[in-house]
């Protein structure tokens, strides 16, 4: 149980492109979602933590205008790179937790960006 | 400082016992977890542990922790080399938030 599934899994696309990525939960309702970055070799960076029908809570110095959360349900989130340059070239991984405190993060498989 | 510190690299041969340690800070958090990374991969949950647990076992993978100390480990007997990946120890805050420690590069020689 707790499966994340995350989409696409790789994206090669020119500078300037919108690229939407989808999380979704597929056997459990999350509540929130979990939007993290991560660079070669390092940890996993937090970008934003997203919660059904509210804004999304971003953390300091993420870009909300750059990187739009939209969670309209209780099984998906998604998150668009708006106008993406090379600079956002990055490993962009979700998570989400079961309903209830101190529920474990479920992590989705990550998705590879590269922007040319 | 990061909040939750791990070393780097780690070494061993096939058929040997890993333990990849870990310390953290703040003394609320109620789970501590265990998560592991493989090439190009999301992070799987391997295990985690109440903060009122000394020891978790599952299998392989046995969880210590020293709540006086803050020091989480996690030890994988008889690593195999499928066991070769990143893994990351985190503690949870208030929200479901993660921290994560830096992650500790397990490599196991056949």
């Known amino acids: 149980g707790a499966v994340v599934s995350q989409h696409p899994s790789r994206v090669i696309c020119k500078s300037g492109t919108s690229v939407k990525i989808e999380c979704r939960s597929l056997?459990?309702?999350?509540?929130?979602m979990f939007w993290y970055r991560q660079f070669p070799k390092q940890s996993l960076m937090l970008m934003a933590t997203?919660?059904?029908?509210?804004?999304?809570?971003?953390e300091q110095g993420v870009e909300k205008d750059k990187f739009l959360i939209n969670h309209a349900s209780l099984t998906l989130s998604t998150l668009t790179v708006a106008s993406a340059h090379p600079e956002d070239s990055s490993f962009y991984i979700c998570?989400?937790?079961?309903?209830?405190?101190?529920?474990?993060?479920?992590f989705g498989d990550g998705t590879r960006l590269s922007i040319l | 400082g990061e909040d939750v510190e791990q070393s780097l690299f780690l070494s061993v041969r096939e058929g040997d016992s890993s333990v990849i340690n870990c310390t953290y800070t703040?003394?609320?958090?109620?789970?501590l977890y265990w998560y592991k990374q493989e090439p190009g991969a999301g992070l799987q949950l391997l295990t985690y542990i109440f903060s009122n647990m000394d020891m978790k076992q599952d299998q392989r993978l046995t969880v210590l922790l020293n709540k006086k100390d803050k020091h989480l480990s996690l030890r994988i007997a008889d690593t195999q080399t499928g066991d070769s990946a990143i893994y990351f120890c985190a503690e949870n805050r208030a929200g479901n938030m993660l921290t994560f420690g830096g992650g500790t590069r397990l490599m196991v020689k056949p």
């Open positions: 056997d459990f309702q999350a509540t929130t």
């Open positions: 997203s919660n059904e029908g509210s804004k999304a809570t971003y």
């Open positions: 998570s989400a937790s079961p309903r209830g405190s101190n529920q474990p993060q479920h």
């Open positions: 703040d003394s609320s958090s109620t789970y």
